[in-house]
């Protein structure tokens, strides 16, 4: 494979076609395996309508043995193809998170974080009879415990607010025109939001980085690797998500240079970087002051750039070119939208559902 964001697609079981890699090759795994929902029966709405659920074949294992002796084999190929700094993410839900937490350990994996993707728009529980699931879970694990995995600290409080990234992330689900659909019906029924895999890739990889996913789908890993200039290799046993992703993949563009009024404290924070992360503001693009006197770039990371090459936080820079100690940088900024002369505060207050 040649180039920074190239990319390899390979149709079949992900431990054999994994066992045909090079050792030792890979910088980072991320993997979206099935989750084993256990599903009885069809799914329905109060009114009777079906609920559009994963139902597949292949999320289908007979007993809890069988669903171990699977992820234990795919595991173990993956840590095989790391490289030794390398490492793995994984997400899932409370059917299977813990027990391939516990299986990765026992393969010498050393978790690093666990990180919970809280979903501002989770799907409802239907029968009533439970809480609402309203997040997975992702593990960081680096393949072994000596292992020094790279994490981008900086450009992760920089898409924060140039505040700590923590390990809640609030992340819309995927929906809207992102969701990939076939004759009306979705595509994949566990597609996931490029967002999430944005904050992931760009948080522990390096441009030319060569990451890994063994159960691609619809290829959203692939399209976010190839974006962010990252190599990627996906396998697939459908071929029909192979196409999609495929498709997907090859039109990406690679970056270059939620009825009552909450109450104030109850609503969720969104960085700045969360604008990028969406696709609402894209690197590259050009932010301007209320007066247009001073112009700033945004970065991939959430910062900005000013002309004369300083950078930082919408708020940090904003101070510097008003000469004050502070500036809220929400209302500071503006940008061309739609037409539109707005604040960037518009385009938070769409991501909130207030617009």
């Known amino acids: 494979m040649a180039g920074e964001a190239s990319f390899e697609l390979i149709e079949g079981d992900c431990v054999a076609e994994m066992a045909r890699l090079p050792a030792g090759s890979v910088d980072l795994v991320f993997a979206d395996p099935p989750y084993n929902l256990q599903l009885g029966g069809d799914l329905t709405r109060p009114d009777g309508s079906e609920v559009d659920a994963v139902d597949e074949p292949w999320d289908r294992f007979a007993d809890f043995a069988h669903y171990d002796r699977f992820t234990r084999a795919w595991l173990a190929a993956a840590r095989r193809l790391l490289k030794p700094d390398g490492a793995l993410w994984v997400i899932g839900t409370y059917h299977n998170i813990?027990?391939?937490?516990?299986?990765?350990?026992?393969?010498?994996?050393?978790?690093?974080?666990?990180?919970?993707?809280?979903?501002?728009?989770?799907?409802?529980?239907?029968?009533?009879?439970?809480?609402?699931?309203?997040?997975?879970?992702?593990?960081?694990?680096?393949?072994?415990?000596?292992?020094?995995?790279?994490?981008?600290?900086?450009?992760?409080?920089?898409?924060?607010?140039?505040?700590?990234?923590?390990?809640?992330?609030?992340?819309?689900?995927?929906?809207?025109?992102?969701?990939?659909?076939?004759?009306?019906?979705?595509?994949?029924?566990?597609?996931?939001?490029?967002?999430?895999?944005?904050?992931?890739?760009?948080?522990?990889?390096?441009?030319?980085?060569?990451?890994?996913?063994?159960?691609?789908?619809?290829?959203?890993?692939?399209?976010?690797?190839?974006?962010?200039?990252?190599?990627?290799?996906?396998?697939?046993?459908?071929?029909?998500?192979?196409?999609?992703?495929?498709a997907r993949i090859a039109a990406a563009e690679p970056i270059d240079p939620l009825e009552v009024t909450p109450e104030p404290r109850s609503r969720p924070r969104i960085p700045f970087g969360l604008l990028v992360e969406t696709g609402r503001l894209r690197p590259g693009e050009t932010l301007t002051c209320p007066h247009r006197r001073h112009r700033a770039r945004v970065r991939a990371d959430g910062s900005l750039a000013l002309e004369g090459g300083r950078t930082g936080s919408i708020h940090q820079l904003g101070a510097a070119v008003l000469g004050r100690p502070t500036c809220n940088g929400w209302t500071f900024w503006h940008v061309e939208d739609r037409g539109r002369f707005v604040p960037i505060d518009a385009l938070r207050a769409e991501l909130r559902g207030e617009g």
């Open 98 to 246: 813990f027990r391939v937490g516990a299986i990765l350990q026992d393969l010498g994996f050393w978790i690093l974080n666990d990180v919970v993707w809280l979903k501002a728009n989770p799907m409802p529980n239907f029968r009533g009879t439970r809480f609402t699931n309203a997040h997975e879970t992702l593990i960081w694990a680096a393949r072994a415990r000596e292992s020094r995995p790279f994490f981008a600290y900086r450009a992760m409080k920089a898409l924060n607010d140039d505040v700590q990234m923590r390990s809640d992330w609030w992340l819309p689900i995927c929906s809207g025109a992102e969701r990939v659909r076939v004759n009306g019906d979705k595509a994949h029924p566990a597609q996931k939001p490029e967002a999430l895999l944005y904050r992931v890739l760009l948080a522990t990889t390096r441009p030319g980085d060569l990451v890994l996913d063994p159960f691609t789908g619809s290829g959203t890993t692939g399209v976010v690797a190839r974006r962010l200039g990252r190599r990627f290799i996906g396998i697939e046993r459908e071929p029909r998500y192979l196409a999609i992703a495929r």
